[in-house]
């Protein structure tokens, strides 16, 4: 059974930075690509980065471009999400997802509220 | 970046009717377009891939179609466990972009 399991959400202050983690079992990980996805409070879903299955190809929003960096670790079975310069707009529920077009697996999601 | 304009963006219904949601790509996108089904406080779900392909899993009632701009999500007979939002997502190019959503309610 695929599992996507987060980690590192938490209330933090504008200007910070905060990393999450998505701990990944149940599959061959490093033949998949990873994607976040963020949903404001009462809002729709924003796609937010993916990476490429090996690591080398990363995306991203133009709204996160140049203060959040994807990556994985292919020993550890781990995505993560290192965000900078944090606003306000970026508190959403950040979710992790299996795939590159069909994100045929999620994680429980995990809440970054950026506030003073 | 490619615009999904997803419609309605809210409809109420009775169990066993059929539902229909569309949504439109701001260019043509071959057929590089998903559905998800989201409860509230829960992630979001594949329904549907490819414009028309089931997800394993997903009941038969889901069907997609569609190509290019225009695609439409159908549900046949609407079950007490679709109460729902659903969401498109293209996939032809990033960035990837979803639709606004469409809340599906019990009339």
């Known amino acids: 059974e695929v599992q996507l399991l987060q980690s590192g959400g938490g209330v933090i202050r504008p200007g910070k930075s905060l990393r999450l983690s998505c701990d990944a079992s149940g599959f061959t990980f490093k033949n998949y690509a990873l994607t976040w996805v963020r949903q404001a409070p009462g809002k729709g879903l924003d796609w937010v980065s993916t990476i490429s299955d090996s690591g080398n190809r990363t995306y991203y929003a133009d709204s996160v471009k140049g203060r959040f960096t994807i990556s994985r670790d292919n020993v550890k079975n781990t995505l993560y999400l290192q965000m900078n310069s944090l606003r306000g707009e970026d508190t959403a529920v950040y979710y992790c997802?299996?795939?590159?077009?069909?994100?045929?697996?999620w994680g429980q999601g995990t809440l970054v509220t950026v506030s003073s | 970046a490619i615009h999904m304009t997803q419609s309605p963006s809210s409809l109420s219904a009775s169990v066993g009717d059929r539902v229909t949601i569309t949504c439109r790509a701001s260019?043509?996108?071959?057929?590089?377009l998903g559905w998800y089904q989201q409860k509230p406080g829960k992630a979001p779900k594949l329904l549907i891939y490819?414009?028309?392909t089931l997800q394993n899993g997903v009941p038969s009632r889901f069907s997609g179609s569609g190509s290019g701009t225009d695609f439409t999500l159908t549900i046949s007979s609407l079950q007490p466990e679709d109460f729902a939002t659903y969401y498109c997502?293209?996939?032809?190019?990033?960035?990837?972009?979803f639709g606004q959503g469409t809340k599906v309610e019990i009339k």
């Open positions: 997502l293209q996939d032809y190019d990033f960035p990837r972009t």
């Open positions: 490819s414009a028309s």
């Open positions: 260019q043509g996108i071959r057929n590089d």
């Open positions: 997802a299996k795939g590159n077009w069909n994100y045929d697996s």
